[in-house]
């Protein structure tokens, strides 16, 4: 598979973002104009797992997939509480 998302995998983590970055302190609107900013990001390194499953990746904005990958600004989990909040409140939004 390599680093290839599924279609199906892409679709629900977009969705899931409903449109923000997943970080609750950010939030920052990821379509602007003519494109996006969003950037997929692995939680547990896609070099240490191979794991492009839903579980195992979150939509960011640039400056927080940075913060996350190179700064260590946020644990695995937080993002992963990240996760979890969304969901609620996507479930709500339902």
């Given at each position: 598979m390599g680093r290839n998302v599924s279609t199906n995998v892409e679709r629900k983590i977009y969705a899931e973002s409903m449109g923000r970055c997943m970080n609750p302190e950010c939030k920052v609107e990821l379509f602007k104009h003519n494109g996006d900013i969003m950037e997929k990001a692995h939680i547990v390194?896609?070099?240490?797992?191979?794991?492009?499953?839903?579980?195992?990746?979150i939509i960011l904005c640039p400056n927080c997939h940075t913060n996350f990958d190179k700064n260590a600004a946020f644990s695995k989990e937080d993002v992963k509480s990240w996760k979890q909040l969304r969901n609620e409140e996507f479930e709500l939004f339902f």
């Open positions: 390194p896609y070099c240490d797992t191979q794991n492009n499953s839903y579980e195992n990746l």
